[in-house]
Structure formats: structure tokens, C-alpha cells
């Protein structure tokens, strides 16, 4: 889901030589990203065209027919990806960065069926607070979102190809979330380029916090905050102490092992 760390996280494995493409290709920093969104263009214009194909927008998610990637009205899309897929064999470890992946993977796996995914979560109420500042959405848009992205990736991302990664890693462990990332990835980096990327890129960055009983006053469902903390249970990460959830006779988020990974695409 946008506003997620997703360009944080694209940041640090370019650095620790993930090839993004071109940079001619890659979008430029902004007032929302002043880093750099680390976006290739290319596939993010193809995930447009896409999403608009079925009626829709990042913000205004389709719905999506079974094995609606099949359909002939996105072949003249697959030669445009191909295309675009050509001029990046030979530079593995490759990849791309763009939320708009969560509601188009069907497509790209049709292409590269054992890619890896990595999945980066961040609380959804810190989500739709970004996502309101830049005026794009209310809280409750901005918590449907991130529930429409992340049940349809989690649909979507076969078994043992992903790993889900956590925004609030990046600031509390994150030596060992870089590690964790990149060997799921299979791309080596020493420690002490982890150490130098790290201390580039990881600064004054945080600028929202929300507590999980924030999280259910502003989602009375606790359908988002189930969603949240089974992926938390994903990016072997506790949201937060026992002591903050709004029931505490109710579990919360338990780290365990990260997700296997299958030979990369």
C-alpha cells in the first residue's frame, strides 16, 4: 500500500545493489518523497493502464473478474511488459517498486510466475494520516485502501515467493531488518555496507505514530486491525507491547519466523 516505506525500503536494497532500471526512468523526489519515490515510470505506466483498462485507479481499486489477466484486452500490455522485461535480463538482482503492484500481480506473475515479493506494511491508521496530509484521501479512504491492497496481494502472492517487512523495523532493528530483506532476496551485502546504506537513508523519516487502540477507535470493525496484525505476525514483528491493546485479554502480535523463499525470477 502506498505510504507504506515503500520507497524507504526501494532505497536501501538499490544501494545494496538491487538494479531499478535507468535513472532517467525513475520518478524524482517530491514534497512527499523528498528522497525519491525509486519508482521506475515504465511500470508504473503499464499498472495505469491497467487499472484504468477495468475502470479504475490506484485510488478507486477495480473489481477484478477471476483470471481477468487472461483476457485479450491486456495481450497488447504483455508485449509492452515483455518489452519492458527484456532490458532487464543480465542485471539480476533486478526488481521495481510501485504499490499498484498489490492490485495488478496477477498480471506480472502470468509473465514471471517465481518472482519474489516483498510486502512492506506500516499501521494503517499512520497510512491514511500520510495519505490525508497530501490531501489525497479522508481516514476512512485512506484505511479502506489499505485494506483492499493488502487482502488482494495476500490473495494474489503465491505461497514461499514473499515476505512481508515492517516500516517500524527500519528505526527499532534496522541492521537486522535489512539483513532479513535481502537474504530472503539472495542478494549479498556485508555488514558493513548494510551499516553505511543504513545510516544514509534510515534518518528523520518518522513522522507519524499511531497505537493499535488509535487503530480500533477509528476502525470500530477491527477488520483492518485482524489484517494489521496477522501481517505484523508476517514481518516477525510485535506492533506493540501487550499493555496498549485496547482489549488485553485479546492476543497480539507474536514475531515468528519469516516466510521461505522459492529461486528468484
Not at 151 to 178: I, K, N, S, W
Not at 221 to 247: F, N, Q
Amino acid at each position: 500500500m502506498h505510504r507504506s516505506g515503500t520507497s524507504t525500503v526501494a532505497q536501501l536494497l538499490y544501494r545494496c545493489g538491487l538494479y531499478l532500471g535507468d535513472e532517467s526512468d525513475l520518478f524524482t523526489g517530491g514534497p512527499g518523497n523528498p528522497d525519491g519515490f525509486w519508482e521506475n515510470r515504465r511500470f508504473v505506466a503499464i499498472n495505469e493502464q491497467i487499472l484504468k483498462e477495468q475502470g479504475g485507479g490506484w485510488d478507486i481499486p477495480p473489481t477484478l473478474p477471476p483470471d481477468w489477466q487472461r483476457d485479450d484486452a491486456f495481450l497488447s500490455y504483455k508485449v509492452e511488459a515483455d518489452r519492458l522485461l527484456e532490458g532487464f535480463r543480465g542485471r539480476e538482482p533486478w526488481g521495481w517498486k510501485d504499490p499498484r503492484n498489490s492490485l495488478t500481480l496477477p498480471f506480472w506473475l502470468e509473465l514471471m510466475p517465481e518472482m519474489r515479493t516483498v510486502v512492506c506494511i506500516r499501521n494503517p491508521l499512520e497510512v491514511a494520516g500520510s495519505l490525508r496530509k497530501r490531501g489525497n484521501s479522508s481516514i476512512a479512504l485512506g484505511l479502506s485502501l489499505w485494506k483492499t491492497y493488502n487482502e488482494r496481494l495476500l490473495e494474489t502472492v503465491p505461497d514461499g515467493q514473499y515476505m512481508v517487512t515492517h516500516y517500524d523495523a527500519y528505526f527499532y532493528r534496522p541492521q537486522q531488518e535489512m539483513r532479513r530483506v535481502l537474504d530472503f532476496l539472495g542478494i549479498p551485502a556485508s555488514d558493513q555496507l548494510i551499516s553505511l546504506v543504513r545510516s544514509r537513508v534510515v534518518r528523520g523519516l518518522r513522522t507519524h505514530y499511531f497505537t493499535l487502540a488509535d487503530l480500533l477507535e477509528a476502525d470500530p470493525s477491527r477488520e483492518v486491525r485482524d489484517l494489521y496484525l496477522k501481517m505484523c505476525g508476517e514481518a516477525a514483528w510485535e506492533a506493540e507491547p501487550r499493555t496498549a491493546l485496547a482489549d488485553p485479554a485479546e492476543p497480539h502480535c507474536e514475531p515468528r519466523h519469516p516466510v521461505g523463499g522459492a529461486a528468484p525470477g
